[in-house]
């Protein structure tokens, strides 16, 4: 029997991110929705055509996503929030949109975007689907269907990935009245039915069902929801349950006895001992192998994976290999990358480089053309590795072992500090400020290019910036606002910056990564041991406090984000190089304050994403994590004030570890779920200062003052005013300047009425 190999899903942007251009342009009116389509059925096409050229058992289908998978799968089964279903909606893909993204109509009526949280352990963002006690389902969005008429063009097998109702329901949110949302789960399984026998009629053999939650802690209802689920999907293509970034160790007494036709683990995730895994596989199961990891740009060590999996084909041969996960996670093609150096780039390997790999171990496996002398060519790269300079710094391993017997904690509690900085800083009460960014214009961008592309000096590059933070800090002082920002216009990212200046870091071209929807990111790559080379961020802070007379903050991204949004080295812990990040950023907060910057921000928006899935490992990364975070601000004065922001998920199940940070003052986004993270803080006092963000950046809309006010005075009743700061719920870098002034103006005012009642 042959081993057979596939992949879990495939990158959507594009090769050059088509996909984010051509939406952008589609939203602001530049390109008709025909154009958009046709954008996305040429990637569609090219990334089944390269999966088919590299030489991969089964091309993948139903993987696109116009935004995000989790909300193609809302409008597929018919799910739209009621505020978005307007009669006079032109197409689903607008009205797919407009859930993504909010919607502001002619009356001046807004209709709020869905909120939008991280998918498990990663960097990616999903749209989270909105459920309500008595809502129907339809089989609505019917582009799978086409897409698998797209496909079968090139005569390859297919196989079809859908999210599993299970999951789905699971990710969502309830709105309105409170119920059980697997009472949703019969009408769901009807139209899911529905579906798989169209997949089934078009003749495909396999259908992929993602099941991340079998990584997870569920109770009993969601396990017998799973059971259940699988006795309905028998009579028509087959049925690969997969399940990836963790472990199923834990659930797989439930796994064994489900009615499918093949499992998928993640073995990068979990090195699944294969023989004991074996009593769990049923005889006629195909078990599928993700041993390329699809979250990381490393070469595979396909020594290594050829012995794992040698091993078990004594005993199975029923055997597929894949990616651990879809390789949505990874850039596409290391071959656009021109300027690493040999020896560092083939360390690497990004989409297509996995697809290679794949084909490659399976070739051997299969005693076809190849031998095993090529895996032990494609791995003598990651020996030289091993003892590379590149790679170890003596020093910093050095300052990391010398930590370990230093205490973490600012010098005085808070309630000290609190009135310290009172003195020094004399704000109003519900100080206004922004969380760091302001637009990140096109000029900007191009200014960046330019110095680039050497078309600009340093000189004139730097001129412009300055221009730019000066521009920032008028609008601000204009504004009203209490503690400024310089705007971060000589940043990219917030990661990529950072990691530029410190030792340790590679970065790609090309490597762009979708994070949501349209957006993209460039995760930078760590290589080696981290350290400081020269300051980061003082220059620009400098010369914005020079300018105004209010404090502005210094901007600094955290330890754990810059890690977690990076693509990690796999030979050393997370918790270590966090720390080798920290005591970078140690450097740098130091000299700020002694610069004279009195308020310093350390953004650490990625701490829950960083959350391993299962519960009994949240409080060891907890722990180390906080600490990384403290050190960062160690030994500085009580009268310096630091401040935390952090985004886009759920906080409360990490609350008790926010509260260790210890910071003075955390800035959090709220506003997507109508600050019900506010009622939480009825419970739940958080004993330091926090702005609960007013307003939602992600959306173009303009809060209005009644909205905010009517936030404010929520946050009122749970926070007492003197601990409470009033600022958007994010950076505004993807926004306009108009959008940003509008919007800031009515948190002002909104926050002047409420300042006269206080
Ligand atoms: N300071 C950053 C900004 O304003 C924070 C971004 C973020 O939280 N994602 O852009
Ligand atoms: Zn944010």
């Known amino acids: 029997m042959l081993i057979k190999n596939h992949i879990l899903g495939f990158p959507r942007i594009g090769l050059k991110r088509e996909l984010k251009i051509a939406q952008e342009k589609y939203w602001s009116g530049k390109i008709s929705l025909e154009e958009l389509l046709i954008?996305?059925?040429?990637?569609?096409?090219?990334?089944?055509?390269?999966?088919?050229?590299?030489?991969?058992?089964?091309?993948?289908?139903?993987?696109f996503a116009w935004y995000d998978h989790v909300l193609t799968t809302s409008v597929m089964v018919g799910n739209i929030p009621e505020r978005h279903k307007?009669?006079?909606?032109?197409?689903?893909?607008?009205?797919?949109?407009?859930?993504?993204?909010?919607?502001?109509?002619?009356?001046?009526?807004?209709?709020?975007?869905?909120?939008?949280?991280?998918?498990?352990?990663?960097?990616?963002?999903?749209?989270?689907?909105?459920?309500?006690?008595?809502?129907?389902?339809?089989?609505?969005?019917?582009?799978?269907?086409?897409?698998?008429?797209?496909?079968?063009?090139l005569n390859h097998p297919i196989k079809v990935v859908l999210l599993s109702p299970v999951t789905y329901l699971w990710l969502g949110k309830i709105k309105g009245k409170n119920f059980n949302k697997l009472d949703l789960l019969p009408k769901l399984l009807n139209v899911y039915k529905k579906i798989l026998k169209k997949i089934y009629k078009k003749n495909v053999e396999w259908v992929q069902i993602d099941e991340p939650i079998l990584t997870l802690d569920l109770d009993d209802?969601?396990?017998?929801?799973?059971?259940?689920?699988?006795?309905?999907?028998?009579?028509?293509?087959?049925?690969?349950?997969?399940?990836?970034?963790?472990s199923i160790n834990h659930n797989l007494e439930l796994v064994s006895t489900l009615k499918i036709d093949g499992l998928h683990l993640d073995c990068v995730s979990e090195k699944y001992n294969?023989?004991?895994?074996?009593?769990?596989?049923?005889?006629?199961?195909?078990?599928?192998?993700?041993?390329?990891?699809?979250?990381?740009?490393?070469?595979?060590?396909?020594?290594f994976w050829y012995n794992y999996l040698k091993k078990y084909l004594r005993l199975y041969l029923n055997v597929w290999i894949s990616t651990s996960c879809s390789l949505l996670?990874?850039?596409?093609?290391?071959?656009?990358?021109?300027?690493?150096?040999?020896?560092i780039k083939e360390w690497f390997s990004f989409g297509f480089q996995k697809c290679f790999e794949l084909v490659m171990l399976t070739n051997v496996?299969?005693?076809?053309?190849?031998?095993?002398?090529?895996?032990?060519?494609?791995?003598?790269?990651?020996?030289?590795?091993?003892?590379?300079?590149?790679?170890?710094?003596?020093?910093?391993?050095?300052?990391?072992?010398?930590?370990?017997k230093i205490s973490s904690n600012r010098l005085s509690p808070y309630k000290i500090r609190f009135n310290i900085q009172k003195k020094i800083l004399?704000?109003?009460?519900?100080?206004?400020?922004?969380?760091?960014?302001?637009?990140?214009?096109?000029?900007?961008?191009?200014?960046?290019?330019?110095?680039?592309?050497?078309?600009?000096?340093?000189?004139?590059?730097?001129?412009?910036?300055?221009?730019?933070?000066?521009?920032?800090?008028?609008?601000?002082?204009?504004?009203?606002?209490?503690?400024?920002?310089?705007?971060?216009?000589?940043?990219?990212?917030?990661?990529?910056?950072?990691?530029?200046?410190?030792?340790?870091?590679?970065?790609?071209?090309?490597?762009?990564?979708?994070s949501y929807g349209s957006r993209c990111v460039k995760p930078p790559i760590i290589i080696g041991d981290i350290s400081r080379i020269t300051p980061m961020t003082v220059y620009w802070s400098k010369y914005a406090q020079s300018l105004t007379k209010k404090f502005v903050k210094g901007m600094l991204t955290g330890p754990i984000t810059i890690l977690c949004w990076s693509f990690p080295r796999e030979d050393l812990s997370h918790e270590i190089i966090s720390k080798q990040i920290a005591c970078a950023l140690m450097d740098e907060v130091k000299e700020l304050e002694n610069e004279g910057?009195?308020?310093?921000?350390?953004?650490?928006?990625?701490?829950?994403?960083?959350?391993?899935?299962?519960?009994?490992?949240?409080?060891?990364?907890?722990?180390?994590?906080?600490?990384?975070?403290?050190?960062c601000s160690l030994n500085i004065k009580d009268s310096t004030q630091i401040h935390t922001h952090m985004c886009y998920c759920e906080f409360k199940d990490i609350m008790p570890a926010i509260v260790k940070l210890d910071v003075d003052v955390i800035t959090i986004e709220t506003s997507r779920s109508d600050m019900d993270l506010l009622e939480f803080f009825k419970k739940f006092k958080y004993p330091n200062s926090i702005g609960p963000g007013v307003y939602d950046i992600h959306s173009p809309n303009i809060p209005t003052q009644k909205w905010i006010i009517k936030l404010l005075k929520t946050a009122l009743k749970h926070i007492p005013y003197q601990r409470l700061w009033v600022n958007p719920d994010c950076g505004l870098k993807t926004r306009t300047w108009d959008e940003s002034i509008l919007s800031l103006k009515n948190m002002v005012q909104a926050v002047k009425k409420i300042r006269k009642k206080l």
């Open 86 to 153: 307007s009669e006079n909606q032109k197409n689903i893909l607008d009205i797919l949109f407009n859930i993504a993204r909010g919607k502001s109509s002619s009356d001046c009526k807004t209709v709020h975007a869905s909120e939008m949280t991280k998918w498990f352990n990663t960097n990616y963002h999903y749209i989270v689907p909105e459920f309500s006690k008595n809502q129907n389902f339809s089989f609505f969005y019917k582009q799978l269907l086409k897409d698998i008429e797209e496909a079968s063009v």
């Open 365 to 404: 496996l299969n005693k076809k053309i190849l031998s095993i002398d090529c895996l032990k060519k494609w791995v003598l790269p990651l020996q030289n590795r091993e003892n590379s300079s590149i790679v170890h710094n003596s020093h910093v391993k050095l300052r990391i072992q010398k930590l370990q």
């Open 329 to 343: 996670h990874v850039p596409m093609d290391l071959s656009l990358e021109k300027n690493f150096k040999k020896e």
């Open 221 to 246: 209802s969601w396990k017998n929801a799973i059971k259940n689920t699988y006795t309905n999907f028998q009579n028509f293509s087959k049925i690969l349950l997969t399940t990836y970034f963790g």
């Open 274 to 303: 294969l023989q004991e895994i074996h009593k769990y596989i049923q005889k006629d199961w195909i078990l599928s192998l993700g041993i390329i990891n699809g979250k990381n740009i490393w070469r595979a060590n396909l020594i």
């Open 39 to 63: 954008v996305g059925k040429k990637i569609r096409k090219k990334n089944w055509k390269k999966q088919k050229e590299l030489g991969l058992d089964f091309l993948t289908v139903g993987d």
């Open 597 to 631: 910057i009195n308020i310093i921000q350390i953004d650490e928006p990625a701490l829950r994403e960083g959350l391993p899935l299962r519960i009994c490992d949240h409080k060891e990364y907890l722990s180390w994590a906080t600490e990384a975070f403290r050190l």
């Open 426 to 514: 004399n704000l109003p009460d519900l100080p206004l400020t922004t969380i760091g960014s302001f637009p990140q214009t096109s000029e900007i961008r191009k200014l960046r290019f330019n110095l680039r592309k050497k078309k600009i000096t340093q000189i004139d590059y730097d001129r412009e910036i300055k221009k730019y933070i000066k521009y920032a800090i008028l609008q601000q002082e204009k504004l009203g606002l209490d503690v400024l920002v310089h705007g971060e216009p000589e940043r990219n990212d917030m990661v990529e910056y950072f990691s530029e200046y410190l030792e340790g870091f590679v970065f790609t071209n090309y490597g762009w990564v979708q």
